[in-house]
T-cell receptor
Framework: NAGVMQNPRHLVRRRGQEARLRCSPM?????VYWYRQLPEEGLKFMVY????????ESGMPKERFSAEFPKEGPSILRIQQVVRGDSAAYFC?????????????FGPGTRLLVL | AQTVTQSQPEMSVQEAETVTLSCTYD???????LFWYKQPPSRQMILVIR??????QNATENRFSVNFQKAAKSFSLKISDSQLGDTAMYFC????????????FGTGTLLAVQP
């Protein structure tokens, strides 16, 4: 029973390039969440998605960031025109269908470094 | 605003001893869940324990237990018989009902278990 998968584990980009982070939820999970962890800080919520729907994107920066969770395939977090301040660990979590009482299980994270 | 506060940035404990990590939270909701997640040097986020606010009984998972004081909005984690593998950053987190399922994290406590 595979856990939440994220790839790549490490990603290096130069300023101005695009970063694409992928997340495959656990089997049977239809809810996906993205969190960002800046150096020396806790995790901050970015976006909550269900299949083909964005439920809450209140934590996403208004520009350059987007997320999707298509009917088929993994969830994608896309960062356009990256800047040094985007360097962080990006964690994906998933949970089964249901409400807030369902536990979120985390993937191993993607460490993004912007040069 | 809903917040989670961890007032101990770092703690140290001798192997085989007991340590307690503190967490307080602020919410006006009555139904919610509380979690402790562990982040070892690998940076993976691992669920340690969870507590339902409507349950008076404190949650226990092997060597890990919580002291949940709802009126005081306090949720401390006790680790008994500390092991070297317990060395990690520990994050307290909170989630409540509503249209979104976002976890709110504290800033973490870095626990070092000394041999």
């Amino acid at each position: 029973n595979a856990g939440v998968m994220q790839n790549p584990r490490h990603l290096v980009r130069r300023r101005g390039q695009e970063a694409r982070l992928r997340c495959s939820p656990m089997k049977g999970h239809s809810h996906v969440y993205w969190y960002r962890q800046l150096p020396e800080e806790g995790l901050k919520f970015m976006v909550y998605l269900q299949k083909e729907n964005i439920i809450d994107e209140s934590g996403m920066p208004k520009e350059r960031f987007s997320a999707e969770f298509p009917k088929e395939g993994p969830s994608i977090l896309r960062i356009q025109q990256v800047v040094r301040g985007d360097s962080a660990a990006y964690f994906c979590a998933s949970s089964p269908p249901g409400g807030y009482q369902e536990t979120q299980y985390f993937g191993p994270g993607t460490r993004l470094l912007v040069l | 605003a809903q917040t989670v506060t961890q007032s101990q940035p770092e703690m140290s404990v001798q192997e085989a001893e007991t340590v307690t990590l503190s967490c307080t939270y602020d919410t006006s909701e009555n139904n919610y869940y509380l979690f402790w997640y562990k982040q070892p040097p690998s940076r993976q986020m691992i669920l340690v324990i969870r507590q339902e606010a409507y349950k008076q009984q404190n949650a226990t998972e092997n060597r890990f237990s919580v002291n949940f004081q709802k009126a005081a909005k306090s949720f401390s984690l006790k680790i008994s018989d500390s092991q070297l593998g317990d060395t990690a950053m520990y994050f307290c987190a909170f989630i409540n009902g509503g249209a979104t399922n976002k976890l709110i994290f504290g800033t973490g406590t870095l626990l070092a278990v000394q041999p």
